[in-house]
């Protein structure tokens, strides 16, 4: 069954600069509540590190955090 969500908030400062399509995705990823967003277009990982304060979503390079997950893994054992 599929959910209908609707987006009825945009902060634009923190949207602004990204494509209709990246803003959206964040948009989604911050409604639906994700621990955190794992995009690869490097211009969106760039401007949402930059308002990262604003965001609610943790948004984070896969391989950064794969790498990360990993290593933390590997400590416990």
Known sequence: MHKKLTITT???T??????SDDARHLACAE????DIFLP?????LRLAT???ARLQVRVAN?????????ESCIRRQ
Do not use: N
């Not at 409604?31 to 994700?34: M, P, S």
């Not at 896969?62 to 990993?70: A, I, M, Y």
């Open 14 to 19: 923190v949207y602004e600069g990204l494509h």
């Open 31 to 34: 409604q639906a509540r994700l």
């Open 50 to 52: 930059r308002h990262a």
């Open 40 to 44: 690869t277009d490097d211009h969106m």
């Open 62 to 70: 896969p391989l950064t955090w794969l790498l990360g997950v990993t």
């Open 10 to 12: 945009l902060d634009e």
